[in-house]
Protein backbone atom coordinates (compact mmCIF):
# COMPACT_ATOMS: atom_id res chain seq x y z
CA UNK A 1 0.00 0.00 0.00
CA UNK A 2 1.34 3.41 -1.07
CA UNK A 3 1.78 6.16 1.35
CA UNK A 4 1.58 9.89 0.34
CA UNK A 5 3.15 12.14 2.91
CA UNK A 6 2.84 16.26 2.37
CA UNK A 7 4.03 18.98 4.36
CA UNK A 8 4.42 22.94 3.23
CA UNK A 9 1.12 24.53 3.16
CA UNK A 10 0.00 27.36 5.64
CA UNK A 11 -0.87 31.24 5.40
CA UNK A 12 0.80 33.17 3.18
CA UNK A 13 -0.05 36.66 2.04
CA UNK A 14 -1.02 37.83 -1.78
CA UNK A 15 2.05 37.71 -3.66
CA UNK A 16 4.34 35.32 -1.09
CA UNK A 17 5.72 31.66 -2.20
CA UNK A 18 4.98 28.10 -0.61
CA UNK A 19 6.61 24.73 -1.19
CA UNK A 20 4.56 21.80 -0.90
CA UNK A 21 6.47 18.28 -0.46
CA UNK A 22 5.21 15.01 -0.97
CA UNK A 23 6.83 11.56 -0.48
CA UNK A 24 5.44 8.14 -1.54
CA UNK A 25 6.39 5.07 0.70
CA UNK A 26 4.89 2.37 2.30
CA UNK A 27 5.32 -0.53 -0.43
CA UNK A 28 8.22 -2.67 -1.96
CA UNK A 29 7.32 -0.89 -5.19
CA UNK A 30 8.25 1.85 -3.47
CA UNK A 31 11.41 1.06 -2.39
CA UNK A 32 13.13 -0.38 -5.35
CA UNK A 33 10.77 1.80 -8.43
CA UNK A 34 10.06 5.32 -9.42
CA UNK A 35 6.43 6.04 -9.38
CA UNK A 36 5.23 6.56 -13.04
CA UNK A 37 3.29 9.74 -12.06
CA UNK A 38 3.47 12.17 -9.76
CA UNK A 39 1.04 15.64 -9.19
CA UNK A 40 -1.10 17.70 -7.31
CA UNK A 41 -4.40 18.67 -7.24
CA UNK A 42 -6.48 21.22 -5.72
CA UNK A 43 -9.63 21.64 -4.02
CA UNK A 44 -11.23 24.68 -2.87
CA UNK A 45 -14.58 25.39 -1.45
CA UNK A 46 -17.87 24.66 -3.38
CA UNK A 47 -15.28 24.00 -6.26
CA UNK A 48 -14.42 20.27 -8.13
CA UNK A 49 -10.69 19.12 -7.66
CA UNK A 50 -8.73 20.04 -10.20
CA UNK A 51 -5.40 19.21 -11.57
CA UNK A 52 -2.49 21.94 -11.22
CA UNK A 53 0.33 20.42 -11.73
CA UNK A 54 1.74 16.50 -13.07
CA UNK A 55 4.97 15.18 -14.15
CA UNK A 56 5.31 11.69 -14.89
CA UNK A 57 8.66 9.94 -15.53
CA UNK A 58 9.13 9.77 -19.17
CA UNK A 59 7.72 13.44 -19.77
CA UNK A 60 7.76 17.14 -19.23
CA UNK A 61 5.72 18.52 -16.70
CA UNK A 62 2.26 19.93 -17.13
CA UNK A 63 0.68 22.83 -15.30
CA UNK A 64 -3.18 24.16 -15.37
CA UNK A 65 -3.24 27.02 -17.36
CA UNK A 66 -3.97 29.21 -14.10
CA UNK A 67 -0.34 28.40 -12.41
CA UNK A 68 1.56 28.47 -15.73
CA UNK A 69 4.92 30.92 -15.32
CA UNK A 70 3.89 30.84 -10.79
CA UNK A 71 3.92 27.27 -9.96
CA UNK A 72 6.88 24.74 -10.74
CA UNK A 73 6.55 21.10 -10.01
CA UNK A 74 9.99 19.02 -9.47
CA UNK A 75 10.22 15.66 -8.32
CA UNK A 76 13.77 13.69 -7.02
CA UNK A 77 12.79 9.72 -7.14
CA UNK A 78 9.77 8.97 -4.98
CA UNK A 79 9.24 12.80 -3.36
CA UNK A 80 7.32 15.66 -5.63
CA UNK A 81 7.73 18.92 -4.56
CA UNK A 82 5.26 22.35 -6.01
CA UNK A 83 7.09 25.60 -5.65
CA UNK A 84 3.99 27.68 -5.76
CA UNK A 85 5.09 31.91 -6.02
CA UNK A 86 2.93 35.57 -6.69
CA UNK A 87 0.29 33.48 -4.77
CA UNK A 88 -3.17 35.00 -4.88
CA UNK A 89 -6.19 34.18 -3.07
CA UNK A 90 -7.55 32.26 -5.58
CA UNK A 91 -5.37 29.87 -4.85
CA UNK A 92 -6.68 28.93 -1.65
CA UNK A 93 -7.84 25.18 -1.41
CA UNK A 94 -6.87 22.07 0.36
CA UNK A 95 -3.88 20.67 -2.01
CA UNK A 96 -3.79 16.78 -2.67
CA UNK A 97 -0.41 14.86 -3.21
CA UNK A 98 -1.37 12.15 -5.95
CA UNK A 99 0.84 9.32 -7.14
CA UNK A 100 0.27 6.47 -9.92
CA UNK A 101 2.86 3.37 -10.04
CA UNK A 102 2.62 2.69 -13.07
CA UNK A 103 1.02 4.23 -16.44
CA UNK A 104 -2.18 1.65 -16.28
CA UNK A 105 -2.77 1.09 -12.30
CA UNK A 106 -4.76 3.13 -9.90
CA UNK A 107 -3.55 6.48 -8.30
CA UNK A 108 -3.17 7.30 -4.75
CA UNK A 109 -3.89 10.33 -2.68
CA UNK A 110 -2.49 12.19 0.20
CA UNK A 111 -4.62 13.60 3.21
CA UNK A 112 -4.23 17.33 1.44
CA UNK A 113 -2.61 20.31 3.07
CA UNK A 114 -4.64 23.60 3.78
CA UNK A 115 -3.21 27.04 1.44
CA UNK A 116 -4.71 29.97 2.37
CA UNK A 117 -3.60 33.05 1.09
CA UNK A 118 -4.65 36.18 2.71
CA UNK A 119 -3.67 39.70 3.96
Known amino acids: QVQLVESGGGLVQPGGSLRLSCAASGSIFTTFFIMYSMGWYRQAPGKERELVAA?????GPEYVDSVKGRFFISREKNVVYLQMNSLTPEDTAVYYC???????????WGQGTQVTVSS
Open 55 to 59: VTSDG
Open 98 to 108: WAQPTRYSDGY
